[in-house]
């Protein structure tokens, strides 16, 4: 079974200050995706990136990069120039690829989440 | 906004209730997902539709029951429950199933069992 860990329960940034949220996982197949979605106060959970295992390059969405380490079984969000906007609870997730170990159908795998306070 | 509703927002009931929770996505997708999000544990995924036809359901209660009507709505009936059932409830949709499409989520409905 997949798990995914974020030992981080709360963080807090300065506004325009740069912050990682942490995120490891535990699988043993090699086809993969992962993911970190935003949870405001509002509740509409979003998308912010996505990453695919068999991809090196780390993925980056305007502010939002992460630092993907495949071999130690990483995943950590980088948020440069932090804003009031970026308040939110942040989760890691993880999906099996389409082939690997029978279908997925798309089953998301959550961490317990962050808490980001960004502070004006 | 994400294009999926669910309504209520809010609903308080007691254990030998029965209840819906109604979600509704205007993107055109053909998979949908119902989600537990208690406090201070991970999202857990319940039910999951492909084409209407439910194609995952993870170890859930029979308390629970889901139905989805079309590709467009889907339901989770309520009957029964438990205190510890008070969580909020998460609809997501996606284009389709599998791992590449982007999930959408709807804004949840918060469930208070008395």
């Known amino acids: 079974a997949q798990t995914v860990t974020q030992s981080q329960p709360e963080m807090s940034v300065q506004e325009a200050e740069t912050v990682t949220l942490s995120c490891t996982y535990d699988t043993s197949e090699n086809n993969y995706y992962l993911f970190w979605y935003k949870q405001p106060p509002s509740r509409q959970m979003i998308l912010v990136i996505r990453?695919?295992?068999?991809?090196?390059q780390n993925a980056t969405e305007n502010r939002f990069s992460v630092n993907f380490q495949k071999a130690a079984k990483s995943f950590s969000l980088k948020i440069s120039d932090s804003q009031l906007g970026d308040t939110a609870m942040y989760f890691c997730a993880f999906t099996l690829g389409a082939n690997a170990g029978g279908t997925s159908y798309g089953k998301l795998t959550f961490g317990q989440g962050t808490i980001l306070t960004v502070h004006p | 906004e994400t294009g999926v509703t669910q309504t209520p927002r809010h609903l308080v009931m007691g254990m030998t209730n029965k209840k819906s929770l109604k979600c509704e996505q205007h993107l055109g997708h053909n998979a949908m997902y119902w989600y537990k999000q208690s406090a201070k544990k991970p999202l857990e995924l319940m039910f999951v539709?492909?084409?209407?036809?439910?194609?995952e359901n993870n170890s859930v209660p029979s308390r629970f029951s889901p139905e989805c009507p079309n590709s467009s709505h889907l339901f989770l009936h309520l009957h029964t429950l438990q205190p510890e059932d008070s969580a909020l409830y998460l609809c997501?949709?996606?284009?389709?199933?599998?791992?590449?499409?982007?999930?959408?989520f709807g804004p949840g409905t918060r469930l208070t069992v008395t």
């Open positions: 997501a949709s996606s284009q389709e199933t599998g791992a590449y499409y982007e999930q959408y």
């Open positions: 990453q695919e295992a068999y991809k090196q």
């Open positions: 539709y492909s084409l209407e036809e439910r194609v």
